[in-house]
């Protein structure tokens, strides 16, 4: 869910920025992005102290998660939430560079602070510790480098439609909500049905995240491009690109799985995971699939065409329908799986090949209008 929160304010913000950079009104930008990390910092701040207060009173917990920790993950949310915005500017603005590094950053400065507070025996409060600066450091880090871009104006008044950013936030909630259930659902619902049998699938979905991991660079890319182009034509051939990068990119994988799945299985995994080779061949046209659709879907969100993102609630529902009447073995549910990612694809594409034109016109004829 988080991740399905995370895409939907990238998108929306990314929407949202791209369309004042258009017309060229770059402070409107820049106060939209103070305005949105004031908003989560005072709301962040706001539930942290409540949480604190009440937490002082009576002892909360989910699970194994300490009211302490809960109290953490709010911080971390807030930071992050942050930390999304200024990305989402980034991507609006096409500083893809700036991006990368910012991420690069993140990581490798929570391993570097990690390492030595672990070794000095910290622990769990160490790993904590380091996702809290390093989280700090690389906002500060992405305030720097969209300097001459971001402007500190709350004063500036922006032109803003909440019913229309409430209706497209939600319909981009549904679309990824569909296709995070797609690829999370089997693997929840093994681990119900067939628990002795659910590490194997984790093993699956594993090799699985590699291939769509392998599209990630393209994702990153491919929204903002088609977000900010400037017709209709361009809109369509990015599109094709994408599709057809996303293709090359996961078939090669799944190729590479194909030739020598042993060695692949022993390498990401172990020997012990030897018995799921048999199941690659249908989970990995399954995993080709979905990823064809994510960014079919992707890409007709960010041109306010939301159709494809009910047409994957939908297919989720399928999917779960589908594994509860058939979860004999791992095969049934992979098999189940496979069947779901057919038929969204087959829609998908369907609608890509009836509708792309059509879309893309009304979305870029949308963006020559004044900004409401």
Not at 59 to 82: K, P, Q, R, W
Not at 174 to 187: H, M, R
Not at 215 to 230: C, D, G, H, W
Request: aromatic residues 12%; glycine residues 4%; charged residues 10%.
């Amino acid at each position: 869910m988080i991740n399905v929160l995370t895409i939907l304010i990238t998108i929306q913000l990314i929407k949202q920025f791209a369309r004042y950079i258009s017309k060229k009104k770059y402070s409107s930008a820049s106060a939209l992005v103070n305005k949105s990390n004031f908003f989560v910092i005072i709301v962040g701040i706001a539930i942290l102290v409540s949480f604190l207060l009440i937490s002082n009173s009576i002892h909360i917990a989910i699970g194994s998660v300490s009211s302490e920790n809960l109290a953490i993950i709010i911080l971390l949310s807030i930071l992050g939430l942050s930390i999304t915005i200024h990305k989402s500017f980034m991507k609006a603005n096409l500083l893809f560079m700036a991006f990368a590094l910012n991420s690069v950053f993140q990581q490798a400065t929570k391993l570097i602070l990690s390492i030595p507070l672990l070794i000095l025996g910290f622990m769990l409060n160490g790993v904590i510790w380091s996702l809290i600066i390093s989280s700090i450091l690389a906002l500060a880090y992405s305030i720097w480098q969209l300097r001459g871009r971001l402007f500190f104006n709350l004063s500036e008044k922006i032109n803003f439609n909440a019913k229309t950013f409430t209706k497209e936030s939600f319909s981009t909630m549904i679309g990824f909500l569909g296709l995070t259930s797609i690829i999370s659902a089997d693997l929840i619902l093994t681990q119900y049905y067939l628990a002795q049998q659910a590490g194997l699938y984790a093993g699956l979905a594993i090799l699985g995240k590699g291939m769509i991991l392998t599209t990630f660079p393209l994702n990153t890319v491919f929204l903002p491009l088609v977000i900010n182009a400037k017709s209709n034509i361009v809109g369509v051939k990015l599109f094709k690109i994408a599709v057809s990068g996303a293709f090359v990119l996961v078939l090669s994988v799944f190729v590479i799985y194909l030739l020598i799945p042993k060695q692949i299985v022993v390498i990401a995994l172990s020997s012990s995971y030897l018995e799921i080779i048999p199941l690659i061949p249908a989970y990995g046209m399954s995993i080709l699939l979905y990823t064809i659709s994510y960014i079919i879907v992707s890409g007709f969100i960010a041109m306010d065409e939301f159709t494809p993102g009910y047409v994957s609630l939908l297919v989720a529902i399928l999917q779960v329908v589908g594994i509860f009447y058939f979860h004999s073995n791992l095969s049934d549910i992979v098999n189940v799986s496979l069947f779901a990612n057919i038929v969204l694809a087959v829609c998908l594409i369907a609608f890509t090949l009836t509708k792309l034109p059509a879309a893309t016109k009304k979305y870029y004829d949308k963006k020559l209008l004044p900004i409401e």
